[in-house]
Each structure stands twice: as structure tokens, then as C-alpha cells.
């Protein structure tokens, strides 16, 4: 089995198991089994929006060049 399917299994393994646990939580109504998801998920895209914006800033925006 190739790297990709062996990360493709564990990525499946690891949403089957947090599924379980975040309905396990609700299920004894635990407050962390909707703030930690949250939390992750708020964290998620930060991260996401700081590298759109990390990019905007680095890139070397060139005008367009007028066809010869």
C-alpha cells in the first residue's frame, strides 16, 4: 500500500473515532463536546486566512505585458 492510501485510511480512521467522540459527548451533554470541535475548527481557518494573507503579501504582482 502506497503513502497516499496509508494517510488516506488513517484520515478516515481519525474522523470515524472524533465523530464518535464529539456524539459520545453530546450524548452526556458535555460542554467541550461542541466547544473543542469549535475551537478546532475557528483555529482551522485563522491558519487558512493567515496564509491567504501571508500570500497576498509576498507575491510579486507584475503588471500585464502588452502583447508584442
Known amino acids: 500500500m502506497d503513502l497516499g492510501k496509508v494517510a488516506g485510511v488513517l484520515l478516515c480512521l481519525?474522523?470515524?473515532?472524533?465523530?464518535g467522540v464529539v456524539?459520545?459527548?453530546?450524548?452526556?451533554?458535555?460542554?467541550?463536546?461542541?466547544?473543542?470541535?469549535?475551537?478546532v475548527l475557528v483555529v482551522v481557518a485563522m491558519t487558512l486566512l493567515f496564509w491567504v494573507g501571508w500570500t497576498f503579501i509576498?507575491?510579486?504582482a507584475e503588471p500585464p505585458q502588452a502583447p508584442l
Open 14 to 19: 481519525l474522523a470515524i473515532l472524533t465523530t
Open 23 to 39: 456524539v459520545w459527548g453530546l450524548v452526556q451533554q458535555e460542554w467541550w463536546a461542541v466547544a473543542v470541535p469549535v475551537a
Open 58 to 60: 509576498s507575491s510579486d
